[in-house]
Each structure stands twice: as C-alpha cells, then as structure tokens.
T-cell receptor, first 117, second 111 residues
Framework: EPEVTQTPSHQVTQMGQEVILRCVPI?????FYWYRQILGQKVEFLVS????????KSEIFDDQFSVERPDGSNFTLKIRSTKLEDSAMYFC???????????????FGSGTRLTVV | GQSLEQPSEVTAVEGAIVQINCTYQ??????LSWYQQHDGGAPTFLSY????GLEETGRFSSFLSRSDSYGYLLLQELQMKDSASYFC????????????FGKGTKLSVIP
C-alpha cells in the first residue's frame, strides 16, 4: 500500500524559530495538501498545491507559512517564525486525480507533532 | 460560513450496529466524505458520497441526502478496533479540493 511519509514525527522548537516539515507524497498523486490538528480539535485545512503552485490557502496560512516542492518528490511546509499557537499535529496529504463524481479520498501521512515552547 | 455537526461521543457494544450522523451547512456542496482516526494516528479515508443514497464498503456504509444536508456513517458488526474518532468532511467548492472537517465523533466500542 503506497504511503505518504512525513519527517520528523516530532519537533520541538523555540518560539520565533523557523521550522521545516517534510513530506514525500505518493508518487503518482497530483494534488498535495497540508492540514493541521490542534490537540483534541478538528482537522483544519492550510494549503493545497497543484502543478507546482499553491491552488488554495486558508486564513491560517498567513505570511509566516510557505510551501515548496523543491525536487519533484519532497513537499515541505515552512513556518518562518513559530508562535506558541502553532503547536499542533501537521498532516501532509496527497490525492490522485478524482473522477467527476467519484472518490476524493486523501491519503494522509502520519503527521509531525510540532511543539513550540 | 461552513459548519458540520456530528455527535461528540458515541458508545456501542461489540457486535452491534452504530450510526454516526452529520449535518452540514456550507456555501457549496460537492460531496461528503468520512475519515477514521485512531488516537495519535493519521485520518484514513473510509467513504465518499457525491450523490444521494447509500454506499457500502464491507462493514461500513455511508448515506447522503443532499436535500436534507445530512449524511451518516453506519458501522456494522462492531469490533474493538473500530474504537476511534470519525470525521465527516465536505468538499464545498467546484474548483476547490479542500475539505472542511467536522469536529469528529469519538466512538468507544465496549465488550
């Protein structure tokens, strides 16, 4: 079963520091996403990426956030200057092209638990 | 705004059937999905309904009524391993593939 791989699994960082979260999506998927989940809360959309550019982003995804697909396999989320409220589980997901009325299932990675102290 | 409502917790007995409901209010609607998440794990895709009616995948079924803005996930022959959180999620834009998730229903299966 193909997997979405995320590294690291845990990251602790000091407030104000930059962090880069890494993801390797499934190789034949075309759409890539970052979501986050604050402990005990729902999963929230951050950004979607298609054809080497951002296709959508949420209000959460402000100027402190950026994404890159630097080499055709990795997909990274950078937080420039972390805040305490950025502490959450960050999930990368990828999706194959869906049919018009078909399945739009994502494959999520196992997540990176980011703790900002 | 977007809102999805689902019960916060449900408890059911092993071997029984449980239904988890989801009602939604979104500016657009292009399908309702269900995801399972075990504690500390990644959400896992379970099912998708783009049209009204019932979709069945093994022990799990999902139903959608677009006129009622309502769907449910039905789990049959419950097993202990089904204890997890279940999220409904709506794709709410034609050109949008982002999902808006509900707050999740924590299902506890007891012997």
């Amino acid at each position: 079963e193909p997997e979405v791989t995320q590294t690291p699994s845990h990251q602790v960082t000091q407030m104000g520091q930059e962090v880069i979260l890494r993801c390797v999506p499934i190789s034949n998927h075309l759409y890539f996403y970052w979501y986050r989940q604050i402990l005990g809360q729902k999963v929230e959309f951050l950004v979607s990426f298609y054809n080497n550019e951002i296709s959508e982003k949420s209000e959460i995804f402000d100027d402190q956030f950026s994404v890159e697909r630097p080499d055709g396999s990795n997909f990274t989320l950078k937080i420039r200057s972390t805040k305490l409220e950025d502490s959450a589980m960050y999930f990368c997901a990828s999706r194959r092209r869906g049919q018009l009325t078909g399945d739009y299932g994502y494959t999520f990675g196992s997540g990176t638990r980011l703790t900002v102290v | 705004g977007q809102s999805l409502e689902q019960p916060s917790e449900v408890t059911a007995v092993e071997g029984a059937i449980v239904q988890i409901n989801c009602t939604y209010q979104t500016s657009g609607f292009y399908g309702l999905s269900w995801y399972q998440q075990h504690d500390g794990g990644a959400p896992t895709f379970l099912s998708y309904n783009g049209l009204d009616g019932l979709e069945e995948t093994g022990r799990f079924s999902s139903f959608l009524s677009r006129s009622d803005s309502y769907g449910y996930l039905l789990l049959q022959e419950l097993q202990m391993k089904d204890s997890a959180s279940y999220f409904c999620a709506v794709r709410d834009g034609a050109g949008s593939y982002q999902l808006t998730f509900g707050k999740g229903t924590k299902l506890s299966v007891i012997p």
